[in-house]
């Protein structure tokens, strides 16, 4: 059999569905399954650099075509990995900003090919709802730096007396954190204008969340890339994010909203992450900018723009021409 697609994570995460969108795309395969591997030639591995070694290590025993999809969201150690990526390999990346992350460690880059949005799972957008307030919604994940940004963007929220009267909030957090958001939400005296969504959400709920509200906020202070930023603005969403890469690679002042950071640091975790710190009050202004400018033109606008530039029929199809070649 020609190729197949290799990822370790779970339904839900940006991974997984990274990896079923380009086999969908392709029509192929895709497993999490290592021994399903030797019956392929070409292995499309898409990971972060410090995911399972496995492909790597097949590709170099029994001679198997590789393609690393693989993302760097702060400075790291390649350690072996540099060793195993060999001639039959070759390395893609989402955003200029990760393969500046790769580069700086010697890592090869053959190329950056974005994340795209598979067009065929987007439902049909009837237009936002007529609602008495702007609905603002952020996906808000585990990980210490989006507690961290979601913390930022509730501080900047709770600011601004015009958010408080023309606005209002909705985090998808996940059910362990609800305790905290709770907490914070009475101290910061927003409790009634923010409602909390603990737990999975299926594509098709996801994307009806992000088609009711009016604006998106991407709270994650470190990726590279930003999946739920494209998602939401397929669904016409406003997007705010942060001035820096690999996010303002994504949204410009003509198309979304951009926040300015204040400081970077280093997280040194398993991997490493570079968290951008964003400027409270410049997020706070930014939001007001965004809730009074909302229209259905803007709207049609952003889902046209992402449908044009950040569609995976298209730029999936790189990958066909990689197992082909």
Excluded at 53 to 75: C, D, H, N, R
Excluded at 233 to 244: D, K, S
Aim: hydrophobic residues 40%; contains cysteine.
């Amino acid at each position: 059999m020609s190729a197949v697609i290799f990822v370790r994570s779970v339904r839900g995460t940006g991974f997984y569905e990274v990896g079923r969108a380009i086999a969908h795309v392709l029509n192929i395969e895709m497993t999490n399954n290592p021994a399903r591997l030797l019956h392929y030639k070409t292995i499309i591995f898409v990971d972060s650099i410090y995911g399972s070694l496995t492909p790597l290590l097949l590709s170099k025993t029994f001679g198997k075509k590789t393609v690393l999809y693989i993302t760097a969201e702060g400075p790291f150690n390649p350690g072996v990995r540099k060793l195993l990526v060999g001639k039959r390999s070759f390395v893609a990346t989402p955003s200029k900003y990760s393969a500046m992350e790769l580069l700086n460690q010697d890592m090869v880059v053959h190329k950056v090919i974005p994340h795209g949005i598979d067009t065929c799972e987007l439902p049909q957008v009837n237009g936002h709802s007529s609602k008495p307030y702007v609905e603002i919604l952020s996906i808000v994940g585990d990980e210490v730096y989006k507690i961290l940004g979601a913390t930022h963007l509730l501080r900047a929220y709770a600011r601004s007396r015009y958010l408080i009267n023309n606005s209002r909030l909705i985090l998808k957090i996940s059910p362990g954190k609800m305790e905290y958001f709770k907490k914070l939400l009475i101290n910061l005296g927003i409790h009634n204008n923010v409602t909390l969504i603990p737990g999975y959400l299926t594509k098709k709920e996801l994307y009806y969340l992000m088609g009711k509200a009016d604006i998106y906020v991407h709270v994650s202070l470190s990726d590279a890339f930003g999946l739920p930023i494209i998602e939401s603005m397929a669904m016409g969403t406003l997007a705010v994010v942060l001035n820096a890469p690999p996010w303002n690679e994504i949204v410009n002042e003509n198309i979304g909203y951009l926040v300015r950071i204040r400081g970077e640091v280093v997280l040194n975790h398993k991997p490493p992450y570079r968290v951008r710190i964003p400027d409270i009050q410049d997020l706070s202004k930014i939001l007001e900018d965004a809730v009074s400018q909302v229209s259905p033109s803007l709207y049609k606008k952003v889902r046209d723009y992402v449908i044009n530039k950040f569609n995976a029929h298209i730029l999936y199809k790189t990958f066909q021409t990689l197992i082909e070649t």
